[in-house]
């Protein structure tokens, strides 16, 4: 599962605890969790102090200051225009299982964290897809 936040998304702020507890939750069953921040240069002391506060156990990177970020989402995701967050899953093959552009209850994400436990290449629906 990958997860796209950024500090200056209140949404984000909100849900990033409950990624963190579900990540140790589902990781002996073996879901990996990655976070990549969305924020500028600018807010990397904010980051830092957020990172800090929330304790991730799992590895978060940044999207590379200056890029295209209409691309950049394009290539993440072909419907994610930059609605934050933006949260992916993927199956153990490496293909997207399903995506939740901006937030969900938390039995959702249980959900879907408990479909990228399937098996692989299933193909099932997984409930959690976008916009389609």
């Known amino acids: 599962m990958v997860n796209f936040w950024a500090t200056w998304c209140e949404p984000c702020r909100d849900e ?8 140790k939750e589902f990781k002996p069953q073996g879901v990996s969790v990655i976070g990549v921040d969305m924020d500028d240069e600018s ?57 939740f552009l901006g937030t969900r209850p938390q039995t959702v994400f249980e959900q879907a964290f408990r479909a990228t436990l399937g098996p692989a290449g299933s193909g099932g629906d997984t409930g959690h897809g976008g916009t389609k």
């Open 43 to 99: 807010d990397m002391n904010l980051v830092r102090r957020f990172i800090a506060r929330t304790q991730p156990q799992f590895p978060n990177y940044r999207q590379k200051p200056g890029i295209d970020l209409d691309a950049f989402y394009d290539g993440v995701n072909p419907e994610w225009k930059g609605t934050m967050p933006q949260t992916i899953f993927y199956g153990r093959d490496g293909q997207i299982l399903g995506f």
């Open 16 to 23: 990033y605890p409950m990624i963190v507890e579900l990540a």
